[in-house]
């Protein structure tokens, strides 16, 4: 058992367990860790954002390309720095609709083709099936979507006869699907702890498995 | 204090025991590691013994499509192949469409010398690294040397003596993607539907669900997902090793690490168990 | 006057900018390609600008919580890391062996892996906790979790079919209920985003 | 031998050339070269005419039977002509074809049984709203998770903790944050009414500035303006585990009664849930991000499913517009269903319908 002697390794050891205290109780040693956490990623995002954001695409075209285009994003983007007067910070308004102009225009046929369209056309039943699995399954898609798109109707009361059986179809198929989920989160979960002990055990005190 | 009382105070321990529980439950095994047998799931079963079969001789391209931050699930996948290929007669040309691949693809070669006194360029070539993702997977169709003008170490790949029969697809038997993301998906596409050569995938556990599709309709001949199909791998290359009694260790994190995971696995299983019983005795009780 | 400047003119913004990018999809005209890739050129300058306003919440949060006796320390330690990381990362660079970098590698990743980590122990004590058999929900959404996890460890391979039990509920019944929600959910993100190019939600301009 | 033969395949058919959509950027060239001759390409060579003049070569791959040259521009005429050589010398070499021109459409045909089903969703829409402007009855079941919300607030008055209100992790152009807001603004109201203290940690910094407007105005409507306290509604970090570790943190510090997960999330989710389950919490949750409802489910009291958060912020806020869109997405839900099963119907007696989409 040789303890590491690098200084990175030693920091990385110290902040891991500083975390890890917190499943004890909050406490000092965990909040530093925190806040050093929550100062560091924001510095680090000004960094990243400015050097990999704004500067390809606002500080080159605008003052070195010279494209005066640009002017128009550059004033828009510096009307943010207004949410820090509380009188003026309405003008953060301007930027805001922009984005989501765009965002919302861009997303509306996309969202339909990708979300409504692809989805409930992989559903929709298209035999002949190879064999009978394929059609099984096939057909519990189909039900499946549908009786879990009854379960989201608003505008029917659930006690209704058709539809109570139907939603209730639907509801059990939304369990099942979130228990697996659940279930196949874990393994990936509890490899990520495996590997902070494993780094802790083997980098850190250096523990050769026996 | 009766049985009932027992298993009702059983559900109630409080949250701090059970992560103490946790805790030494991953910790034992990652220090005394009890190395299960691990017995094949099928789809690990179709890629090893796609290779285990293949001829003498016959060339796989290894492309080490991932990066550090998945590595501890699929850089283990990509050492058991090397070995596995290398075992056989095989030989594995690595390559990366990725810049952070390389460095990991080197140490996994590096280790096959160590192990099993792999020679570069006759039991294995590493290409390294190319730009062009899709771009290159169609090359590698037309002419493999003419991508690779030189290999990771900056050999010309015309003298490569490993390299002389091989020319595009037609002289690979199979192709695995190992990586975190889509791209073994890009290789289904450009590779095997354009060129036909077999791809196979090796991604992360949570990634794999999104290949299912592809695997049913037979745009891979199989899947390596998740730590549990590297450590079967890990544990099948090591049997080989032990009957050709190579005294080398190989690494065994994989099957380390999923050895702890199923531990970890098993004792929630228990605690959903506990929990229930002792609420199920405490509300008969109401 | 105010009120043009407050909600007026950033309502006629979103109405025309989101009218054109929706119908732009549907235009396969050069003109039409440069307009889409002005946008995006646009929205990316902007949304880099709109990371400062974070900043400045960041440094009013923990400059007030200075004065608080029992938050000073931490929010000293915010304060100073945030301005350490700046200054090495315009100083000292982002290449791939700078402090910078060692620092992210080193610090930041741990940190965040192990908190990331801490939930394999939420997921026990979840487990252990509240996966009780009480009704018809809870209970197939603990056999099912239960399938899975036990099908997803090396015994679970000695189980015969127990893999492609697994493989079929992720494939099959999970699909189902996953499409039903993204349809669902698919016709909100429209109706929501014709409301705000409509003007009817109002709420980001103060509704 | 072989070779010198080749060579009189001089000067043989055009390949066709034409402009295979409306991008304007984009022409199609078909290369007709006799099979036989196929074997023995090395390297194709494609030579470009452009009507202003320019000349270009296109080395392209020698088994390609069509290949796209893009970039052009559609005010400009182009023409070509292929040239196939096996091992450096030419045996193959067809005419230069017709002129052609990439055509540049205004509006791309294959797209409109989608712009259909957009308008008919807005007019959908527009129809719905004007109904509930006309303040029209409109009825929606009711939903269950709505009588947790408001039992939610009442055990934080009973116990005199506070509230921790959170709206999830993505900006303000996410449907699911702008639900969020509107129940933020409803339970504001709600608990302002009994003084009781909320909390609204904040991720994204333009949401919280939205945050901040909606309680300081959610407090001015029940005309108690002095209950607002700027230091309750702030912007913690926007780093995924920083938020979360910062809000668990503060829920163990705060011991609050009852504590609202609305919005979209991440991985963290479970880390904020879990935590304040430890602090015996009330937890309401809300959420369209199907890969973190497991986790909620499993550990709130009561979860709002994908659109039953949006239905919920349009039940809570009692907007009449929110109920006349969710009357909307239940019309076109209807539509969609019907026109699965009878597309199904049909398919099974293999009549495959695609209405262009499907």
């Not at chain 1, 505008?155 to 196949?184: C, E, T, W």
């Not at chain 1, 509890?190 to 083997?202: I, K, M, P, Q, T």
């Not at chain 3, 009780?132 to 959404?141: D, F, H, K, N």
């Amino acid at each position: 058992m040789h303890i590491s002697t690098d200084i990175w390794i030693w920091i990385q050891a110290l902040l891991t367990l500083a975390i890890f205290t917190f499943l004890y109780k909050d406490n000092p040693l965990f909040r530093m860790a925190e806040h050093l956490f929550v100062g560091l990623a924001t510095g680090y995002g000004f960094v990243v954002v400015y050097k990999n954001a704004f500067y390809p695409n606002v500080w080159v075209p605008l003052f070195q390309e010279k494209q005066l285009i640009f002017i128009i994003p550059f004033v828009l983007g510096l009307m943010y720095l207004t949410s820090a007067f509380p009188k003026i910070s309405y003008m953060i308004r301007w930027p805001m609709a922009v984005l989501l102009g765009i965002g919302s225009g861009l997303s509306i046929p996309l969202t339909i083709q990708t979300y409504i369209i692809e989805q409930s056309k992989s559903s929709i039943l298209r035999p002949p099936y190879p064999n009978l699995i394929h059609w099984i399954n096939a057909l519990i898609l189909f039900v499946g979507v549908i009786s879990v798109l009854v379960y989201f109707y608003f505008s029917i009361p659930h006690d209704r006869p058709g539809v109570k059986q139907i939603s209730k179809v639907g509801l059990f198929l939304l369990m099942l699907g979130f228990g697996a989920s659940f279930g196949y989160t874990v393994m990936a979960r509890f490899s990520l702890l495996v590997g902070r002990l494993d780094f802790l055990l083997n980098k850190w005190l250096g523990i050769r498995p026996f | 204090m009766s049985v009932r009382d027992f298993f009702i105070k059983l559900s109630k321990i409080d949250r701090k025991y059970i992560y103490l529980i946790i805790l030494i439950g991953l910790i034992i095994p990652l220090v005394f590691p009890p190395n299960f047998p691990q017995k094949m799931s099928p789809q690990v079963k179709r890629v090893f013994e796609f290779i285990d079969t293949l001829p003498k001789g016959s060339y796989v391209i290894l492309s080490a499509d991932y990066d550090p931050s998945v590595a501890p699930e699929v850089h283990p996948m990509y050492k058991a192949v090397v070995k596995h290929c290398i075992l056989r007669g095989i030989i594995p040309i690595g390559m990366t469409l990725g810049v952070q691949g390389a460095g990991l693809a080197v140490e996994a070669f590096t280790e096959a010398e160590r192990v099993l006194g792999a020679r570069r360029d006759t039991d294995y070539v590493f290409l390294g690294y190319q730009a062009g993702g899709a771009v290159v997977i169609l090359g590698l169709g037309e002419d493999i040397k003419g991508v690779y003008k030189t290999d990771y170490f900056g050999t010309k790949t015309t003298e490569i003596y490993a390299l002389k029969p091989v020319k595009n697809y037609k002289d690979i038997a199979l192709v695995i993607s190992f990586s975190g993301s889509s791209i073994p998906v890009t290789w289904a596409v450009y590779a095997y539907t354009k060129y036909g050569v077999k791809v196979a995938a090796a991604v992360t556990g949570v990634s794999a669900g999104d290949f299912y599709p592809y695997i049913q309709a037979g745009q891979f001949i199989g899947m390596l997902a998740g730590m549990k199909a590297a450590a079967e791998y890990e544990y099948a290359v090591n049997q080989i090793l032990k009957e050709r009694n190579i005294r080398e260790k190989p690494s065994t994190d994989a099957i380390r690490m999923m050895d702890a995971n199923s531990i970890g696995q098993l004792l929630i299983i228990l605690f959903i168990i506990i929990g229930n019983i002792g609420y199920f005795l405490s509300r008969r009780r109401k | 006057m105010r009120h043009l400047f407050e909600k007026q003119i950033p309502l006629a913004l979103v109405f025309i900018i989101g009218i054109i990018m929706t119908i732009q999809y549907f235009v396969p005209h050069p003109t039409s390609q440069n307009v889409y890739d002005t946008s995006l050129m646009w929205s990316r300058a902007i949304s880099s600008m709109a990371y400062v306003m974070a900043i400045i919440s960041f440094l009013r949060f923990h400059t007030k919580r200075l004065k608080n006796k029992n938050y000073a320390p931490y929010s000293l330690v915010a304060i100073l890391s945030f301005t350490a990381m700046v200054l090495i990362g315009f100083i000292g660079g982002t290449a791939k062996d700078s402090l910078f970098q060692k620092i992210y590698e080193n610090m930041m990743v741990p940190l965040q892996a192990t908190t990331f980590s801490l939930l394999a122990f939420y997921m026990s004590s979840a487990a252990y906790r509240a996966f009780r058999i009480r009704g018809v929900e809870a209970t197939v959404l603990m056999i099912t979790a239960f399938i899975v996890i036990f099908g997803t460890t090396t015994i679970g391979n000695y189980v015969p079919k127990m893999n492609e039990i697994v493989e079929w509920i992720m494939a099959v019944p999970n699909l189902a209920s996953k499409r039903g929600i993204i349809i669902g959910v698919g016709l909100g993100v429209v109706a929501t985003s014709i409301k705000i190019i409509l003007g009817i939600e109002r709420n980001w301009v103060g509704g | 031998m072989i070779l010198r033969v080749m060579l009189l395949f001089l000067f043989i058919s055009p390949p066709k050339v034409f402009s295979p959509d409306g991008t304007g950027k984009k022409l199609t060239i078909v290369m007709n070269i006799p099979d036989t001759l196929r074997t023995q390409i090395t390297t194709l060579n494609l030579l470009r005419e452009c009507s202003d003049g320019k000349l270009d070569t296109l080395n392209i791959l020698p088994f390609l039977k069509t290949y796209t040259d893009n970039e052009l521009d559609y005010r400009k005429e182009y023409r070509y002509k292929i040239l196939a050589y096996s091992n450096g010398n030419l045996i193959y070499e067809s005419e230069w074809s017709e002129y052609a021109r990439p055509t540049a459409k205004w509006f791309d045909k294959g797209k409109l049984p989608l712009f259909i089903v957009m308008m008919v969703f807005t007019i959908i829409m527009i129809f719905y709203i004007a109904q509930a402007r006309a303040n029209k009855p409109l009825y929606l079941r009711p939903i269950a998770g709505l009588e947790a919300v408001n039992e939610a607030i009442g055990r934080a008055t009973e116990m005199g903790r506070p509230i921790i209100y959170i709206n999830g992790l993505t900006g303000i152009s996410d449907i699911a944050t702008i639900a969020a807001l509107n129940i933020l603004s409803h339970v504001t109201k709600r608990a302002g009414q009994f003084e009781t203290r909320i909390v609204v940690p904040c991720y994204d910094p333009v949401v919280y500035t939205i945050a901040r407007e909606i309680v300081k105005e959610a407090y001015t409507t029940i005309g108690r303006p002095d209950l607002f306290n700027p230091d309750d509604v702030y912007f913690a970090t926007d780093s995924q585990f920083g938020y979360a570790a910062h809000v668990a943190a503060r829920m163990v510090r705060e011991q609050s009664a009852t504590n609202f997960f609305m919005g979209y999330y991440f991985a963290e989710s479970l880390i904020l849930s879990e935590t304040g389950a430890s602090t015996g919490a009330i937890q309401v949750a809300g959420t369209d991000s199907v890969a973190q409802l497991p986790f909620f489910v499993v550990t709130c009291d009561y979860t709002l499913i994908g659109e039953e958060l949006y239905a919920a912020s349009a039940y809570l806020s009692r907007e009449p517009l929110l109920t006349g869109t969710i009357k909307a997405q239940d019309l076109a839900k209807l539509l969609l269903v019907i026109i699965m099963v009878l597309l199904s119907l049909l398919s099974l007696f293999n009549v495959n319908i695609t209405l262009g989409l499907f």
